[in-house]
């Protein structure tokens, strides 16, 4: 039998050139096995073969196996209920070749440690082919090292990319050591890992109560903080803080980590590829680093020498940046770490009066009692109607006007009916007048002069319906009782023209009414966990009525040039003279305080924001 020039016992040309190439990989293992056996298959041209590792417990590891199909269960059953009888023989003689029913199975060990590990590659054949098995295991023990070849060059390769990186590490340090202020050593540090890294952006948050703050940004030497990019960022960054751990964005399926404003940051910039890195001092995270690169991802080599890059440069960071702060700032953490005196017995009336001083500062300070949190409210409906004009005309007579209260089928407001009167007649009359054509023509007994009268009648009546049909609408009348008008001051446009679909008035029906609270940002924090409050309105301040919280809109607005979240609260019971629009004051039920902290949180957190350095 003779195939491609080359007798069955002679590798071919492809399996020699395959050899070539398996002693050169540089993949992974798995990619190896795949590899190296396809290609001693292919030498002893058999249509199946597996690789399998005897383990330190006795038991056989499946390491590569062929054919990939549904075939594939038998043949591997057949090697494992001849597998012992196979490594025996290997064992004795080095080689294995036994048959097995129609099929002949061969077989070799394979060197994959010097500490004589058995590993086995076995292959089934025709049971014809038994004259060349002999030849065939021969060829295979001239290639059954590969794999131990291939521990060694990879070995070689990790050792040189290892003692690389380190020299890059080492060479960040030195860079990063060289400046004296944060800022500057911050820029630095992103640069170099973008140039290193080849990254389109990298990024570093300063933590800062638990909130990230961009402090660099590679190659941007200003960029505004209040920027929607800067605060989604700012966003990414937080969620790998608050999970204490490194994000990479795509994500593994199978993780556990929420990287959900990863995913927002990255598809809003294209970026691609997101890797949130934390620098850490000891095990306090005081700082994140984002890396963005569209091309290709982070993989765990890189992952893990940035990491060490990172961890190499954080305390100078972090010197750098306490060293930076205000003055002000360092003398107060001095002052606290030193400061600590005790009284004597003496000046006792002096001690006396510190001690009363102090009961009421600890009373003041550490006593909690009920706070709420006060906030403007508004009531509201969900149950808004529009009203569209039907079609275009003129405003003829107006019956409501904002604020009145509406009961089904009243009138709201009348269209001018004067050109459609007229049409209306014309119409009559022409059909009257195809009505009696069609009569002459029955009469005359002309029947081409019937239908085409006939089809003009038929046209006109159409004509006529839809003008009907306009005069009808032309009267706007209200569909639902129980509603006030909102919007729509018509009286102001009598007479003036209206496109079809026009929006003319906003109705708002009275019904499902709920309490609509600006609750500024500042005390958002305070009424997270709250659920219950009461509302005053203006036009009866004397009356309070419960509210429930039912939902936060978790993006603010802006009012008054102030930043509120708005609290949709549902009331307990609803008066019939609650109207929507209604404005009163809500107080939100937000635990318990102290006093101190009630008259003095607003100033301090003003404080905090005015004279932050």
Known sequence: MIENGNSPTTPSVDALRKLQEIRTFRGEPSRFWSLYLETLLEIVQAPAGVVCLLDPQNEWLTLAHAPQGPNSQSYLRLFL??????RLSCKAQNFAIFPKGQNLIIGCPLVIDSQGTMCLFLACLERNREPQAYPLVQSLLTSNDLYAHYRIHRSVGDSLLQKQQLAQILDLSVLINTDDRFLACAMTLVNELSTRHKCQRVSIGWMEHGYAKIKAISHTSHFEKKMDVVRTLEDAMEESFEQDGDLVWPTVSTTRTVVRAQETYAK???????????????????????LERKNAGFDEQELQMLRISLDQVARRLHDLHDRDRWFGARWADKIRRKLSKWLGFEHTWIKAGILAAMALAAFVALVPIPYRVDAPALLRTDRIVYVTAPFEGYIDSVSVKPGDLISKGQELFRLDRKDLLL?????VAESQNY????????????LASIRINTAKLEQTTAKLSTTRWRLEQSVLRSEFGKAVVVEGNLEQKRGAPVRQGEELLKIARIENIYAEIDVEESELRNILQSKSGEIALKSRPSETFKVKIERINPAAVVKDKDNVFLVRATLDKVPDWFRPG???VAKLDAGTQTLWWIISHRTIDFLRLKLWW
């Not at 049409?423 to 119409?427: G, K, M, N, T, V």
């Not at 009505?435 to 002309?446: G, P, S, T, V, Y």
């Open 582 to 584: 209604m404005a009163g």
């Open 268 to 290: 809003s910039q294209d970026s691609g590829h997101l890797a949130t890195l934390l620098l850490r001092l000891g095990e306090e995270a005081v700082a994140v680093v984002c």
């Open 423 to 427: 049409q209306e007649a014309d119409l």
């Open 81 to 86: 209920e001849e597998i012992e009888q196979a």
């Open 435 to 446: 009505l009696r054509e069609i009569q002459k023509a029955q009469a005359a007994e002309d």
